[in-house]
């Protein structure tokens, strides 16, 4: 890459995002919009030819964009606000894309005469919301805060996910259209595996040494620490040929369990500012107005099915869960854009010669509308749902309240009792310790592919015995934590079987005592044949090697017994204060984890439209997200009131909920 070409190309992209930033600033345009416009303007398809002299450079920039705008992300949807709101994400997510990758397969299949498989990338590609988009849209809109925009990055960030699935899949397709299902599961179980080691490695390992670097009061040590963290996980994702978005909003998640996420985040801002605008460039520099225009009828009917379709389907998947109408529509409306995805899935195809190029522009002319209406339509979301509200019959409205009050009792009664949640916490423990020994092995497996000659000889020559036992050395610990952990299922197991007239009995303290054992003995038993299936490949032939490593490994069992237990323990509960511990979340009440939720007396107009009409009529969490805690009425007090409860002029009412929803419903009622 030629060093004044870049600078120059660099100067180009930077006046071009400075200008346009100042211009959709002084307007209240979202600025979004205008990067992807100047890129459209300074690519090679629009006058004739390039502002820029190597746009590869400036997509280089561009993919530096993604990390910075996706790790920025992660740092501020940790692993608890995801499980908050995962409920309602996730049935979401599953049902958005499995209509969308339906309806491209028809629209493909039966309207403009595609083949099977061809359709089948149709469908992956306006199937997936672009969480980088959305987050730059909401940010530049300032609606961050918003309640409905939590549900938005959760349902985005799980459909990424599914996504980076539905790719693994894909590349199972050869040219003959047939799915290589080895192939495929081979690639998911990838997936799952590198998931799996970067969040639990992560979790440990990541807040732990930020925490110790914050200590030095040196910013950018903490700064270049993180970042360092970011990049790695980010190239290894990028090897193995997962999407390097992932794993920068990976490592944000980790760093967001750290005690000092404020600072490393107001670092981050700059550099997220500068290369996410370049990001959008590149987006707009991969438009071919030629090429999109002689698709127009394809790409305005796609583009208006991902409207209408994604909007439907979160809005449904949203109240299905429970949620109010105003929510579920402004969601809806909100997903309604497809982005980063629909680009990779196209090339995909065209690379693997099993779609013709035309669907990969009119995936890019579909994102650009897409991305382009969606300011506008969120920004109409909300008049649009209080319009639906008021013209909404009142019976329809009854309904939804009484199957949102339904759905939330029955998800909190589905508790489970202590001995099924023990067996439930103690299966997932094993499954977990035995997917990181996969990872252990895996990881070993791929380094033992690169040359070592160029560091020594005797490393290249010795390194499957280096290998092997490096993998091996890290699954000690693993290996007697699971030893404890599954005598603590057996026991949990045999506590689910044993009835309750018999609990206390000497023959229940020998089964417990037995079944234990059992499983303690079956799980060190899978780990072994897990561990030489896995390490076949590196194992070192000679035998001495081999009784080396065996001898070392019983060494250190012994002499780290209690070590790595009582490092297992401390690893279990770091694990569930991040993931479980939802009493201690609430009751912190955080500003940014439940949107500053209290309590506040509002008084009923005289000249209000709703005197005389029921709590139900009103409906006060549909119009405003509030709840009606009691009513104050001539030195009475209702508590709890009931829904055919009639509001009075003069009452005052006890609302539950934000700031936002308690002057929204203050504005109704005054």
């Known amino acids: 890459m030629d060093t004044g070409s870049f600078i120059q190309d660099l100067a180009v992209i930077m006046a071009a995002v400075g200008a346009v930033s100042a211009v959709c600033a002084r307007f209240g345009w979202p600025k979004v919009i205008g990067y992807i416009l100047a890129g459209t303007a300074m690519g090679k398809y629009t006058f004739g ?58 629209v493909g299949t039966k309207i403009l005469g595609w083949g099977s498989v061809q359709s089948l990338f149709l469908g992956a590609a306006i199937s997936d919301s672009a969480t980088t988009l959305l987050a730059k849209t909401i940010n530049d809109m300032g609606w961050g805060s918003r309640r409905f925009t939590k549900y938005i990055f959760g349902v985005t960030i799980i459909e990424d996910i599914l996504c980076i699935g539905v790719i693994a899949l894909l590349t199972g397709i050869v040219k003959t259209g047939r799915v290589q299902i080895g192939e495929a599961l081979f690639s998911l179980g990838g997936l799952l595996l590198f998931m799996t080691g970067v969040t639990v490695f992560g979790l440990l390992l990541v807040p732990r040494v930020i925490n110790s670097v914050a200590r030095l009061k040196d910013d950018e040590t903490l700064l270049l620490t993180i970042l360092g963290f970011c990049f790695l996980v980010s190239f290894i994702a990028l090897r193995l040929n997962y999407s390097l978005a992932l794993g920068a909003f990976m490592v944000g998640v980790m760093g967001a369990e750290s005690e000092h996420l404020r600072r490393i985040y107001q670092h981050c801002i700059p550099l997220r500012t500068m290369f996410s605008a370049i990001f959008f460039v590149t987006i707009g520099l991969l438009v071919n107005p030629a090429g999109m225009l002689a698709q127009w009828p394809a790409v305005l009917g796609l583009t208006l099915l991902v409207i209408i379709g994604k909007s439907l389907n979160c809005t449904i998947g949203l109240l299905l869960t429970g949620q109010d109408l105003k929510n579920a529509i402004q969601t809806g409306v909100g997903m309604a854009q497809i982005g980063e995805f629909a680009y990779l899935v196209a090339l995909i195809g065209v690379t693997m010669k099993v779609v013709d190029s035309s669907l990969y522009q009119i995936a890019v002319g579909v994102s650009i509308l897409t991305t382009l209406f969606n300011p506008f339509l969120m920004r109409g979301s909300e008049p649009f749902s209080d319009w639906v509200m008021r013209r909404l019959p009142v ?44 990872v252990n092995y895996i990881a070993a497996g791929m ?17 499957r015995s280096l290998l092997w036992g490096a993998a091996s050395l890290m699954t000690i610990p693993g290996a007697i ?34 079944t234990g054992s059992l499983f303690a003995l079956a799980g060190i038993a899978a780990l072994f ?5 896995l390490s076949g490949s590196i194992m070192p032939e000679q035998a001495w090697a081999r009784a080396g490593i065996v001898i070392l490994l019983l060494t250190v069992g012994v002499a780290g017994w209690k070590q790595f237990r009582y490092f297992g323990t401390a690893s279990l509960e770091t694990l569930r204060k991040v993931v479980s511990e939802e009493v201690e979340t609430a009751q912190d009440e955080s500003a940014a984890d439940l949107l500053d939720i209290h309590t506040e007396k509002v008084k009923v107009g005289a000249d209000v439209d709703f005197l005389g009409c029921t709590l139900c009529e009103i409906n006060l969490r549909a119009r405003a997200g509030v709840s009606v805690l009691c009513i104050e009425r001539g030195g009475k007090t209702i508590v709890n009131p009931r829904a055919d409860d009639v509001l009075e002029a003069s009452d005052t009412v006890l609302l539950l909920g934000d700031d936002e929803q308690i002057a929204k419903a203050r504005e109704l009622l005054s």
């Open 49 to 106: 030819g390039s502002f820029f002299i190597n746009e590869k450079s400036i997509d280089v920039l561009g993919q530096i964009g993604i990390v910075f705008l996706m790790f920025t992300l992660g740092l501020e949807f940790s692993v608890r606000k995801l499980k908050k709101v995962g409920n309602v994400a996730l049935p979401t997510a599953l049902l958005d894309m499995a209509v969308m990758i339906w309806l491209g397969h028809f």
């Open 447 to 463: 380094l033992a592919g690169l040359d070592y000659s160029g560091i020594s000889p005797v490393v290249e020559a010795h390194k």
């Open 395 to 438: 019976s329809w409205n009854e309904y939804l309240e009484t199957y949102a009050n339904w759905y939330e009792r029955f998800r909190h009664t589905q508790a489970p009792s202590g001995a099924a949640a023990a067996v439930r916490l103690n299966l997932s423990i094993v499954l977990l310790l035995m997917a990181l020994v996969a």
């Open 529 to 533: 044949f897990e561990s030489v299936m």
């Open 481 to 514: 934590f699971l030893f404890f952990r599954a005598r603590a299922f057996g026991r949990a197991v045999a506590e689910v079987l044993i009835p309750a007239k018999v609990a206390g009995t000497g023959w229940a303290l020998s089964f417990r005592s037995m």
